[in-house]
C-alpha cells in the first residue's frame, strides 16, 4: 500500500496571507490527524476528522481549519498567517481513529512564513 | 485534560550502555500508550504500543499505572537508535475521541 501524501512539500508564504495543505490517507484510513511540529513545542495536536467531520480539535486558533472529503483526502487551511506559523505540518491516518490504532505519519509540508 | 511529559529533551549515551526514555502521563481513565520515533530524514513511525507487550529493535516499555508512567528502555544502546522518541497518548471514545496527546520528544544521541 502506499504511505500518507502530503503535497506541498514545501511552502514559503507571507504574513497575512492564507496557505491550504493537503493530506492523502492510505487507502482504506478513514480517520486523518494534523500536527503542528516545531522545535520548541514538540508536536502539536491541531484536529482530526473522520468520516467527513472534525471529532476532535486542539487549542489553536481559528485560524486553523480542515475538512476531510468523501475519500478520506483532507486538507487543511490556515488563513491570516503569522510568522509563528512557520512549522512542519504532518498528517497521520488510522483506519478508524480508535484509541489502539497506530497512527502512519505522512513526510510533512514545510511551511515558512516571511 | 490529557498531558504527556517527556522530561529529557535531550539524551546521550555511549554504544552499549543501558537507556532509559523517561514518558508521564495524565488521563482520567486506562490510556492507550504508545512510542513514535523520527530517525534522522526519515518519517515519524510507531516504535511500540503498550497494548501489544511487544519487544521492537530491543526496546521495551511497561506501563505503570500506579506512576502514570510508560518509560521506554533498551539494556544495549545502539548508535542506529539515534533518533528523536516521542511517547503519545491516544484517547478512548467519548469526548476526546480521536484525539493524541504527544510529548514534546526526547532527543537521543548514541556516541560510539
Known amino acids: 500500500k502506499a504511505g500518507v501524501t502530503q503535497t506541498p512539500r514545501y511552502l514559503i508564504k507571507t504574513r497575512g496571507q492564507q496557505v491550504t495543505l493537503s493530506c492523502s490517507p492510505i487507502?482504506?484510513?478513514?480517520?486523518v490527524s494534523w500536527y503542528q511540529q516545531t522545535p520548541g513545542q514538540g508536536l502539536q495536536f491541531l484536529f482530526e476528522?473522520?468520516?467527513?467531520?472534525?471529532?476532535n480539535k486542539g487549542n489553536f486558533p481559528g485560524r486553523f481549519s480542515g475538512r476531510q472529503f468523501s475519500n478520506s483526502r483532507s486538507e487543511m487551511n490556515v488563513s491570516t498567517l503569522e510568522l509563528g506559523d512557520s512549522a512542519l505540518y504532518l498528517c497521520?491516518?488510522?483506519?478508524?481513529?480508535?484509541?489502539?490504532?497506530?497512527?502512519?505519519f505522512g513526510p510533512g509540508t514545510r511551511l515558512l512564513v516571511l | 485534560a490529557q498531558r504527556v511529559t517527556q522530561p529529557e529533551k535531550l539524551l546521550s549515551v555511549f554504544k552499549g550502555a543501558p537507556v532509559e526514555l523517561k514518558c508521564n502521563y495524565s488521563y482520567s481513565g486506562s490510556p492507550e500508550l504508545f512510542w513514535y520515533v523520527q530517525y534522522s530524514r526519515q518519517r515519524l513511525q510507531l516504535l511500540l504500543r503498550?497494548?501489544s507487550r511487544e519487544s521492537i529493535k530491543g526496546f521495551t516499555a511497561d506501563l505503570n499505572k500506579g506512576e502514570t508512567s510508560f518509560h521506554l528502555k533498551k539494556p544495549f544502546a545502539q548508535e542506529e537508535d539515534s533518533a528523536m522518541y516521542y511517547c503519545a497518548l491516544q484517547a478512548r471514545p467519548g469526548t476526546n475521541a480521536g484525539k493524541s496527546t504527544f510529548g514534546d520528544g526526547t532527543t537521543l544521541t548514541v556516541k560510539p
Open positions: 497521520a491516518s488510522s483506519l478508524a481513529g480508535q484509541s489502539q490504532e497506530t497512527q502512519y
Open positions: 476528522y473522520f468520516s467527513e467531520t472534525q471529532r
Open positions: 487507502s482504506g484510513h478513514r480517520s
Open positions: 503498550h497494548i
